[in-house]
């Protein structure tokens, strides 16, 4: 952990309080770097291929935040082999679709409290092919947005402002 110069180190050596004045304008009052991210989310997926021409999928996506956090703006992509013809997709929140311009499965779920978790299951035909290839299984992305959730496990736990009486 790095301060700026204005704050007291004194005060946070003591009892981890952050005691300062600021100084005019914008300024940054510490940067620190963490070895360990808390990860918000398990997602276990299994995918298995039946035959030549279909692939099953079973991905679960647990939140792993306190239920008072709520995840935004969810969305996993999901590869599918490229001689993807047909989807049949069930989810038990959220919406999914096939975006054949990029070979994924783009499952939305628009929010998910802390705790919770969500399934996609079903299966993919495949169109045939002369000859078989085999298909190298991307892993699977995601973006997100959990407001006041820190990947560092920080936290404010209250601030204080005073200003002196005029």
Same mark, same amino acid.
């Given at each position: 952990?790095?301060? $700026? #110069?204005?704050?007291?180190? $004194? =005060? ?12 005019? &304008? ?9 070895? %360990?991210?808390?990860? *918000?989310?398990?997602?276990? /997926?299994?995918?298995?291929? %039946? ?6 999928? $079973?991905? =679960?996506?647990?939140? =792993?935040?306190? /239920?008072?956090?709520?995840? #935004?703006?969810?969305?996993?992509? !999901? *590869? ?12 038990t929140g959220g919406k999914s ?9 783009? +499952? %939305? ?12 299951? &079903?299966? !993919?035909?495949?169109? $045939?092919?002369?000859?078989?290839? /085999? +298909? ?9 947005? !959990?407001?006041? +959730? *820190? ?16």
């Amino acid at each position: 952990v790095t301060f $700026h #110069q204005c704050v007291r180190l $004194h =005060r946070y050596e003591q009892d981890k309080t952050i005691m300062f004045i600021p100084p005019d &304008g914008e300024f940054q009052l510490m940067t620190y770097r963490i070895n %360990k991210c808390n990860l *918000p989310f398990d997602v276990s /997926a299994t995918v298995g291929e %039946k035959g030549r021409n279909r692939v099953e999928y $079973h991905v =679960r996506l647990k939140a =792993r935040y306190e /239920a008072y956090n709520v995840g #935004q703006e969810i969305v996993l992509s !999901i *590869p599918v082999p490229t001689n993807t013809a047909k989807t049949n997709i069930k989810t038990t929140g959220g919406k999914s679709d096939y975006v054949a311009t990029k070979h994924v499965l783009e +499952w %939305k779920i628009p929010k998910l409290s802390g705790g919770q978790s969500v399934v996609l299951k &079903g299966d !993919i035909k495949l169109m $045939h092919l002369i000859e078989d290839k /085999a +298909w190298n299984r991307p892993p699977i992305t995601m973006q997100f947005t !959990i407001p006041m +959730w *820190p990947a560092s496990g920080i936290k404010v736990r209250f601030l204080n402002v005073q200003e002196p009486k005029m």
